[in-house]
């Protein structure tokens, strides 16, 4: 969100799932769409066989995407910046840029282009390990089609480079003028069902619903009348991660965690857990007892998805009803209730009497959604931004001008990953997610059927270094960074590259986050899951 807001003024997808479908080109970075998006996959793959578009893909490890790919560049994790530089080198020097859209609609490419300019396919050869010749025709296929797509996800983000990251992404759509099109745009894939929703609310530190920063005086007197309060605070928070260190630190001494399991999903899991035990007060509220709620003072039972009535809002922005099927075990309760219950008793009131009243005042505090009542997705969702009740709601944004007026080019440099391989831990270790479960496996472990397809955790490793290692496919080994060590069984194959291992975060019994390096990106402060120093040796 925030190198795409930098950029566009808008931090969400620009364009529509559907587009995806008949777009002449699309390039795919850092997404393994089949596996953690796999309706959208489904598209993709249909786009190529059915209507003959291009299929660019930016990955290290072999994923189901690469067998339709026209052209697959397999680079060193943590090497984004200088391949995204790289393809827009050859695109500048062979004059395939789109000199109108970028005059007309951009701004800063002079100080753009003299970065840039530097990073020709034979030096990020020497950095990435694509060959120069593959990038050349990445780059030709990307600029010279009528319409092409970007699609990336948490492997372009979850680095301490990711802003730099998604604004290189953004640096190539603009330079060919792939914005405010249909079967265009920048398309960041979500990474959960209503992550998008949740940060159109405000669930982040520094903005109230609709992006309206906390730190402008005329915004937190909206919301202060809105809301019926004297005075909002005007700092904005903290991250998840800084959230941690400040309780690792003692400076927060109570936490509220709602539908996280930070003791499975947070980088260096056993830093997490001492800054959990540091708490003097825990509350969790879930649907399940997670690792996370072992630890809390107090759980609060929350209802499901399907047992409460709502809206989620998708990765492409659709807001989409949410419909009770089943009613709640036990005394669990709608997150909604759950939260005006608590508010009442501290001295604050909501008086919701049920999803739909707090619906009706997100329409009145939030502009993006003002035009999208009840009624009118009753059958089928709207996409924001849909500023009153006549509006069809908007397929793809930008299209006439930017949100922030001009698109802003960054001059980005390529940097290295915080921690690289050394004598002591040569290989690197890479996280994912697997097609059988979700996240922490808090829904999906309670699943038999899914427990049945994939039931451990597994360490993709490569035939060349398991051979040197003497490792064998099935045998247990031992993972080992600085920070802790984990046991699972060895899965010898090609998907991964030499020198380069690969685990899935859903399984508590080999959790790989006792691994994985806590350092943030500097403005996301986004946690580097994507590379981690590690030891691989037979257990």
């Given amino acids: 969100m925030a190198g795409l807001a930098a950029a566009f003024g808008s931090g969400a997808m620009t364009n529509s799932i559907a587009e995806l479908e008949y ?71 062979e004059n395939l840029s789109d000199k109108a859209f970028v005059e007309g609609r951009t701004e800063n490419f002079e100080a753009f282009r003299q970065v840039v300019e530097k990073y020709t396919p034979e030096f990020v050869e020497k950095i990435s390990g694509v060959p120069a010749e593959d990038l050349k025709r990445a780059a030709r296929m990307y600029a010279r089609a009528k319409r092409a797509s970007i699609l990336y996800s948490m492997g372009i983000t979850q680095h301490t480079t990711g802003t730099d990251n998604v604004k290189s992404v953004a640096n190539l759509s603009m330079l060919c003028g792939n914005v405010g099109i249909e079967g265009g745009g920048v398309n960041p894939l979500r990474g ?55 309780a690792h630190h003692g400076d927060i001494k109570g ?46 039972p929350s209802a499901s998805f399907a047992e409460k009535e709502g809206t989620f809002t998708n990765t492409e922005r659709r807001v989409q009803r949410v419909r009770k099927a089943v009613g709640s075990p036990g005394e669990a309760l709608p997150d909604w209730e759950i939260i005006a219950r608590i508010a009442t008793r501290m001295g604050y009131p909501m008086a919701y009497g049920n999803a739909r009243e707090i ?84 829904m999906t472990r309670v699943s038999k059927g899914l427990s049945e397809r994939y039931s451990e955790s597994l360490v993709e490793i490569n035939p060349e270094d398991a051979s040197r290692l003497g490792i064998d496919d099935g045998r247990t080994v031992r993972l080992t960074s600085r920070r802790g060590s984990v046991r699972a069984k060895a899965k010898v194959t090609g998907r ?21 390096n806590p350092a943030l990106d500097p403005i996301g402060k986004i946690p580097e899951y994507k590379v981690c120093a590690v030891r691989v040796e037979a257990a």
Avoid at 59 to 84: H, M, S
């Fill in 23 to 93: 777009t002449d080109c699309i390039l795919a970075t850092g997404t393994n769409t089949t596996e953690n998006h796999p309706v959208i996959g489904a598209v993709v793959k249909r786009a190529v066989r059915q209507h003959n578009t291009k299929l660019v893909v930016i990955d290290p490890r072999e994923i189901t995407l690469t067998k339709y790919a026209d052209i697959w560049l397999r680079q060193k994790p943590g090497t984004d910046v200088a391949v995204l530089n790289g393809l827009m080198n050859v695109i500048l020097a």
């Fill in 192 to 246: 959960q069902n209503n992550v998008q929703g949740a940060c159109d609310m405000g669930a982040l530190p520094n903005v109230f619903p609709a992006y309206q920063q906390v730190a402008a005086p005329e915004v937190r007197a909206f919301f202060e009348k809105a809301w019926g309060v004297q005075t909002l605070p005007g700092k904005p928070g903290l991250t998840i991660m800084e959230i941690m260190n400040a």
């Fill in 255 to 300: 936490l509220y965690i709602m539908g996280e399991n930070p003791m499975i999903s947070d980088p260096d899991l056993s830093h997490a857990e001492e800054s959990l035990k540091k708490l003097d007060f825990l509350v969790v509220q879930d649907i399940f007892l997670t690792e996370t709620a072992r630890l809390a003072d107090v759980v609060l």
């Fill in 359 to 442: 619906w009706e005042e997100i329409r009145k505090v939030t502009p993006s959604y003002a035009g999208i009542s009840y009624k009118r997705i009753e059958r089928e969702g709207l996409q924001w931004p849909c500023p009153n009740t006549e509006h069809p709601g908007t397929r793809f944004l930008h299209k006439e001008r930017f949100t922030r007026g001009r698109g802003l080019f960054s001059a980005i440099e390529y940097l290295p990953p915080a921690e690289l391989p050394d004598e002591a831990y040569p290989m690197i270790l890479s996280t994912g997610r697997v097609l059988y479960h979700y996240h922490t496996g808090t």
């Fill in 496 to 516: 991964s590259p030499v020198g380069t291992v690969f685990m899935n975060f859903h399984f508590r019994e080999a959790a790989v986050n006792l691994l994985t």
